[in-house]
Antibody, heavy 122, light 107 residues
């Protein structure tokens, strides 16, 4: 049974870098069947796809965040990471990591971490 | 990026009612739409993918239809535990985009 777990600081200062990690158990990012993704929900707002990475390290980014975003994977440590640079209060959100099946007709985001609240404040 | 326009933004219905939520894409996206149920403090739960395929473990009162640009999620007989916010998402291409959400209240 696949399980995902986000970790990282819950408080980040404005203009600094938000760094989160998603640890995978019961699976691996080495499989070409999946893309590994980050999604967030700001307070009172809807869901926003942030970015995804595949088994070979190819990344896909939300254009609205692309200039500040780095998603990377570590197959040996069975985890993938998110770095968001130069954060502002608008980046305050619950951040989720999730698995997406790759390919037409397959489930998007069928497994999720529990989510981690990151607050941007001084 | 593809825009997903979801309606209504909120609705209130009674136990046993049939409710329908709609998402419209601003371009053709085949059948590449999923639907999620999201409750406060929990991760979103995938209900339906590829427009109409029920995810394992999801009650059969949930169903999806559509193609092209117009898609619907229907709950055939509303239950108290269906109180939640529902989102559509297009996975036709990147960037994947979600609808704005529909908050469903049980009267």
């Amino acid at each position: 049974q696949l399980q995902l777990q986000e970790s990282g600081p819950g408080l980040v200062k404005p203009s600094e870098t938000l760094s989160l990690r998603c640890s995978i158990s019961g699976g691996s990012i080495s499989s070409d069947d999946y893309h590994w993704s980050w999604i967030r929900q700001a307070p009172g707002k809807g869901l926003e796809w942030i970015g995804s990475i595949n088994y070979s390290g190819k990344t896909y980014y939300n254009p609205s965040l692309e200039s500040r975003l780095i998603v990377s994977g570590d197959t040996s440590r069975k985890q993938f990471s998110l770095k968001l640079l130069s954060v502002t209060a608008a980046d305050t959100a619950v951040y989720y990591c999730a698995r997406k099946h790759y390919g037409a007709g397959r489930p998007p985001f069928d497994a999720w971490g529990q989510g981690i609240l990151v607050t941007v404040a001084s | 990026a593809i825009q997903m326009t979801q309606s209504p933004s909120s609705l209130s219905a009674s136990v046993g009612d049939r409710v329908t939520i709609t998402c419209r894409a601003n371009q053709v996206i085949r059948v590449d739409v999923g639907w999620y149920q999201h409750k406060p403090g929990k991760a979103p739960n995938l209900l339906i993918y590829a427009t109409s395929t029920l995810q394992g473990g999801v009650p059969s009162r949930f169903s999806g239809r559509g193609s092209g640009t117009d898609f619907t999620l229907t709950i055939s007989s509303l239950q108290p535990e269906d109180s939640a916010t529902y989102y559509c998402v297009q996975d036709y291409n990147y960037p994947h985009t979600f609808g704005q959400g529909t908050k469903l209240e049980i009267k």
